[in-house]
C-alpha cells in the first residue's frame, strides 16, 4: 500500500510509502494522524495550508461484513477543529484496489476538476461539463464518460460554492451516489481545492487479499455468527433500519421537535420505523425495507424508498433523516421527509446540518414550523446559491447568529444529530466533548444499560464509547456492527491480524483509538479550542425538556476532564 | 453617584451604591469590571445572562474639553468576546448629571421598550411607535414627546434585529443622534434586552461640580494651554478632521483599497482630507469642516458635510469611513461615502463593520467593487432584513464564512479599521492581541515614531498604546487629546484628582488601566480565547501588500506575550 499525494493547485502528484509510524492506522486514526503531522491548528479551513485526506480503515477492501468503509478528514470550516467524516458504499473498496492506504489533497484552486485515478496513475480534466449539476446525474455523466464501474468520490453543488454543510458522496453497491461522509463540511474542503469528483477507476485491478487467508477466513466465520445471533443486526437493523429508533427516542422524550424545544413528537407513530416498513412494502416497485450500502454488508440497515408508484423517491430514510428533517421541522409525512432527503442528495448536503439549520430559521419565523414547501424552497435556494441559500448552507450555528436566534442545537459549530441531550445524557456529553462537535457517531450512548435521564455515571459511558467509535471508524467498520462486536475485541484483533498479517491484539488496537482521541484534541487546542467549547448551548442547562422534565446537569468537572483540556 | 440596575425582563429597577471598589474606575474601566464581575465568559451575548452596561468617564461631566465620552460594555455577540465602545455627544453628560456613574441592564424580553430615565426615577413605555424606523426620525419623535433637552442612547433597525453590527447612537451637542458606540454589537445586546432606547431626562438636575473646584480651574487651564499649543489638536483635526489621515494612510501603503488587497488608492487624493474641506466650504450651507460632537470640546474634529444645495448630508465623515466605504469598495467620490455613512446612521450600523463587509461581498463577487448603488443597496437591504440584509448585518467574518471567502479582514470576528495591518505594524500588533478585537482605538500606534513598515520594536509600542487606550476611554477622555496628553499624565491626574477629590497620581492611573486589560484577558480566557485568537488572517502573513512591498511579520512569540495568554 502506498500514499498518494495530489496537489491541486499545480496539479502534479507522486507516490510515498506509508511511513512505518502510520502502518497500523486506517479510516480516522490514519486521517487525523495526517492532519495533526501536516496541518497547523490555526490554518484557514479553505486555504492553501489546509489538507483533504481519504483513508480506508484497516479492514476496508477485506469485504468482511460492514467493513468497507473510508474515512475524510481535513480541518473542519464548519467547528474550525480536526474533522472526519465516513462513509459505506464501494469507495473504499475500489481506493484500496488501486493500492492507496491514503489519499492526500493539498493546494486551493478557483476552477474545479474531476480527479481521476487508475493503474496508469492521476489524470486531471476539467469539470465544467458535470458542475452545477444534480448529483446524481453528475455521477450518471461519469459512470457514461468511465463506465459504471468506477467508485466516486463526488461533491454537489454545495461542495462547489464552498458551503458549510457540504459533504462528499460515494456510489453505494448499486451504483447510487447517496452514502455520504456528510459532517462537518468535508465538501466545501474538496471545493476549495477544485476536487469536483475522484474517479476510482479500478479496471484491470485485483482486489486485496488477506495476508494469511486461512485464519482470516476462521476469524471472520465466527465474527459473522455474532453478527447472526445478534437481535440488533441479524433483525431489528435489516428489517427498520435505524428508524427502529423513532419510538424509542420518543419515549425518552428525546426525539428532536420544534428546533429541539422539547424530545416528544405528537405525530411519531406516522414517520416510524414501522410505519417506514409499512409503507415501503405496500409499496413495492423499487421499494425494499432491507438493503445493503456496501458490498458483503449482511446487516443491511438501509431501504429504498419508493413513491406510490414504487418508483424511488430516495435511498436510505434513516433516523437522522427523520429527526432533523421531520419532527425537528414540525413535518410528520415520510413522503415530505423522503423528498428532503432525496434534494439535499443531490446537492450534497449534510442532511442532519439542513434539518438542524431550517429548524433554527423556524425558530427565527423565517418559515413556520411544519412548512414543508417552505423547507423544499430553501434546499432549493441552496442550490442555487441565493443570499437565503447561503445561510442555510452555512449550517446552524452561523444562520443562528445572522438572525440573532438564541436557541442554536450546536455545539463547536456543528448541528446536533437527533438526541436530546437533556433526555439521552450519554450523548450530552459526546457532543461537549468530542473534538468532533455534535455528532453521535462520534460516541453513541443510546445502548447502554443506564438510565439516559439521570446524570449519573454518563461521563464514563461516553468517554468508553468515544475511543470504541474510534476504533470502529479506522478499522472501517460499519458501528451498526457494535452490539454484535461488544466484549469480543479479541475476535477482532484475529480478523485484523490475519487481514494485515501483523499481529495486534485487543490492548493495542484501544491504544490506537486512545491515541488518536489524544492528537485530535491537541490539534483543536492548537486551533484555539478551550473547555469554553465543550459546552452544551446555553439553554439545555436552563430549559426544562418538556418530554424528559429534565435539563441537561451532568457535572461539569467530571465532563470537562474528558474534553480537550483534559484528554492530554 | 449611584449605580442603577435595570431588569429588563420584568421592567423593574433599583439604585445601588457604588462599591468602594469600583469608586476610582469609570468608562471602560467600570464597564469591564462590572462584566467580569458579574457576566460568565460562557454566556449567551444574546441571552438573558449576558449585560449591558453604561458607564461614564471619571471625568465626563466635568466639561473638561473633550472628555464627555461615554462607554458601553458587555459580551460581544460579535467577537464572542468582552467589548466595550464609547462615544462622545451628550449622553455621558447627562447620565452623569442624573447621578448614575452606570446603569447596568439585565435580562432579556421579545418587545422593544423606551425606558425614560429622570429624577424622578425610571419608567417604561413600549417603543411600538418609534420602531422601524431611521434613527434621525425616531430620535426627533422622542425629542417632540420628551423635549429636545433630553439625552439618548438609542437603536436602529439593526440593533431591534440583533444583527452583529448593530451600534449604539447619541446625540451630538446639537441634537444629531450620530455619534456613535458603533462597534462589537452592543447594540444587538440592546435589541436583545429590547432597550430600543434610553431617554436621559436631565430636567430640573443641576450639573456635576469639581469637588476641589480651584485645584479643578488651574489643573484645566494648564490642560487647555496643551491643547491650545499642539499643532494635531490646535489645527490639523480642527481644519481636517480625522480625514487628514487619508493622504498619510495612502503613502504608508496601509490604506485600505479593494477589501484590503493592497494598501494605495488611484483615486485617493479625490477622497482626502483636503477635498473634503475644500468641498465642504464650497458648498458652504449647513455644513462646515470644524465641528464640536461634545459641549467644551475645543479639539472640534467633526464635520458636517453637504450636497451640493449646502443642505446636510451627513456628519461627520471621517478617516474610518472614508477607508473602509471608500477605497476599500473601490468607491471614490465623498458624496457616494457621505451617503453610505448616512444610511450606516440611519440605521444603527458600525460603518467600520459595514465597510469591511461590503467589501468581502465585492471579494465574493456578489456585487463589484466601486458598485456604489449596490452598496447602497446593501444597506437598504440590512434595514429591511432581507437575507442578504441579514448577511450584511452579520459583519465581515459571518459574511466570509457565508459565501466561503479566504480573505477576510477581521481578527476575533471583528473587522479591522482602516489601516493595513502589513504597513503600520503596531496596529497589525494592536488588532491581533486587544481583547476588543481588531480596533485601532484599543491601541493607536501610528503617530508613534517609528519605521511602520518594520517588524521591530511594535508589540512595545501597541503594548503602550493598548494601556494608554484604556486610561482615555477611563477617564472619558477623547483619544484626539493624546499628542497635547503625550508625557504629561501627572497633570491629566491633577484634573482628575481635583474633580473627583480623591487624590491618584499618574502611576495609580496606569495601573487602573493595566489592571483592566488584565481582567478583559481574563474574561476572555474564560469564553474561550487563546493565542490562536492572537492573530491576523492568514493571508496578512503570506500574501504581500503591493503598495508597502511587506507582509505581517512582527514576531509571533513575542506578540503572544502581550496577548490573552501572556497578559494574565
Known sequence: MKILRIRMNDLTWQEEDVKPEYAALGGRALTSRIVYDEVKGTAHPLGPFNKLVFANGVLTGSLASSAERVSVGGKSPLTGGIKESNAGGTSGLKQGKLGYRAIIFEGVRDDQQIVHISKDGVKFESADWINGKPISTAAKMLDEKYGSHIGLYIIGTTGEMKMNLAGIAIKDKDGSPTRYCGRGGMGAVAGSKGIKAIVLDDAGVDRNRPQQPEQFRAALKQYVEWLQETPQTAKVFPEYGTAALVKTANRLGALPTYNFRTGSFEHHESISGERLR??????????????A????????????????????????????????LGSNLGISDLDEVAELNRLCNEYGLDTIEAGATIGVLMEANVLPFGDFKGAKQLLEEVHLGTPLGRIVGSGAALAGQVYGVYRVP???????????PRAIKGLGVTFATSPMGADHTAGQTIRAQVDHQKPDGQVEISKNAQEAAILFDSLGLCFFSASAIAGRWSGMAEIVSAYSGVKVNEEELFQMAHE???????????????????????????????ASGTTFDVDEKELLAIGVEGYR
Chains 1, 2 share one sequence.
Not at 455545539?411 to 436530546?420: I, L, R, T
Open 278 to 291: 409499512e409503507t415501503i412494502l405496500e409499496r413495492g416497485g423499487s421499494g425494499t425495507p432491507t438493503h
Open 293 to 324: 450500502c456496501m458490498p458483503g454488508c449482511i446487516i443491511r440497515c438501509s431501504n429504498i424508498y419508493p413513491d406510490e408508484t414504487g418508483t424511488t423517491i430516495t435511498t436510505p430514510i434513516e433516523y437522522e433523516n427523520i429527526g432533523l
Open 410 to 420: 450546536t455545539v463547536k459549530g456543528q448541528s446536533m444529530p437527533a438526541y436530546d
Open 516 to 546: 488518536t482521541l489524544r492528537l485530535e484534541h491537541a490539534f483543536n487546542r492548537a486551533a484555539g479550542f478551550t473547555q469554553a467549547d465543550d459546552r452544551l448551548p446555553e439553554h439545555f442547562y436552563t430549559e426544562v425538556n418538556p
